[in-house]
Nanobody, 116 residues
Framework: QVQLVESGGGLVQAGGSLRLSCAAS????????LGWYRQAPGKQRALVAV???????TYADAVKGRFTISRDEAKNAVYLQMNSLKPEDTAVYYC??????????WGQGTQVTVSS
């Protein structure tokens, strides 16, 4: 059974930092890509950042220069370092894994709240 276990969300003041972690387990398939998405109240889920098995990264324009995605292939883990947080970063953040054998899986989500 595939699992993505997230941690690291919470409440922080504007300008502060948080680090999200996600560990994937439960499949022998290799992972093509790991990433983070977020969903704010009343909005659709949207890409924040992704990183491929080759190390290529893609960021949403809104987070470029503030967020950094990284991965530990040995642990099937992905991290999101979030700096200079803004109230508009408030959302539920979801970890995503794209498995070579069968596609996408999702974590349960972790709340990030940035107060002004």
């Amino acid at each position: 059974q595939v699992q993505l276990v997230e941690s690291g969300g919470g409440l922080v003041q504007a300008g502060g930092s948080l680090r999200l972690s996600c560990a994937a387990s439960g499949s022998r398939s290799s992972i093509i890509r790991l990433g983070w998405y977020r969903q704010a109240p009343g909005k659709q889920r949207a890409l924040v950042a992704v990183i491929t098995s080759g190390g290529s990264t893609t960021y949403a324009d809104a987070v470029k220069g503030r967020f950094t995605i990284s991965r530990d292939e040995a642990k099937n883990a992905v991290y999101l370092q979030m700096n200079s947080l803004k109230p508009e970063d408030t959302a539920v953040y979801y970890c995503n894994a794209r498995w070579a054998a069968w596609g996408d899986s999702w974590g349960q989500g972790t709340q990030v709240t940035v107060s002004s």
